[in-house]
């Protein structure tokens, strides 16, 4: 089963709403969310950290005594909790976290990121090249352009979810990872109308996901 999470960051819009949140947060995520420079970017790493903590309390957890630590490649990880993975994404106004059973990998882009553009038709083509298996690029091909990077996204979520699953992130090659040969461990669609998002679970984890989206951050 694998659990999701999601809200948009306008929960964040009055300052005492994330100043109280931003103090509930774990060091290491509060740290995180400081670090970003850009106000926007403070928000989705907050709300993201948000999202787990909600998802982890659903859980029966008492978030201010559990641990967490980085793994070689940085992925956060709760210590001594056996059995109970999660991932954390976010893009444009929105944020996610997917919890599992099972290793979760999920990646959200938004439709407005700038190499989905129109304009930016080459440097998708480049990055397609570069990027998609064999199979995936002849896949691509055949679509029409307005097809294409809806096609891309797909392809660019799916291997995303796959890497952080791992751990990995980008460091993995993209390339090498043929989504076109293993569609059912992955969920692919649209969350809102502006986010495309794509969740990886190994083949034993089923089809079963849980969408909860989060609309009051005072009451939960």
């Not at 055949?142 to 460091?171: H, P």
């Amino acid at each position: 089963m694998v659990k999701v999470y999601f809200a948009n960051i306008e929960l964040l819009e009055k300052k005492e709403c994330f100043s109280y949140w931003l103090e509930a947060m774990h060091p290491m995520r509060k740290e995180k969310v400081l670090r970003c420079k850009q106000e926007i970017d403070k928000k989705r790493s907050l709300l993201a950290g948000i999202l787990l903590k909600i998802a982890l309390e659903k859980e029966g957890l008492d978030y201010e005594t559990l641990e967490f630590a980085l793994e070689d490649h940085g992925r956060p990880v709760l210590k001594n909790i056996e059995n109970l993975y999660f991932s954390l994404s976010h893009a444009g106004n929105y944020a996610l976290c997917c919890i599992s059973d099972q290793p979760v990998g999920a990646d959200m882009e938004s439709k407005e990121k700038a190499i989905f553009k129109e304009e930016k038709a080459e440097r998708m083509h480049t990055m397609a090249k570069k990027v998609l298996s064999e199979n995936e690029y002849e896949e691509f091909l055949r679509c029409d352009e307005t097809q294409k990077a809806c096609l891309f996204l797909k392809y660019w979520t799916r291997k995303e979810s796959y890497s952080k699953a791992f751990g990995e992130g980008l460091r993995m090659d993209f390339s090498s990872i043929d989504t076109e040969s293993m569609k059912d461990v992955f969920w692919s669609d649209w969350l809102e109308e502006d986010c495309f998002v794509s969740i990886y679970t190994s083949q034993e984890a089923g089809r079963e996901i849980e969408f909860h989206r989060i609309v009051d951050l005072m009451n939960v």
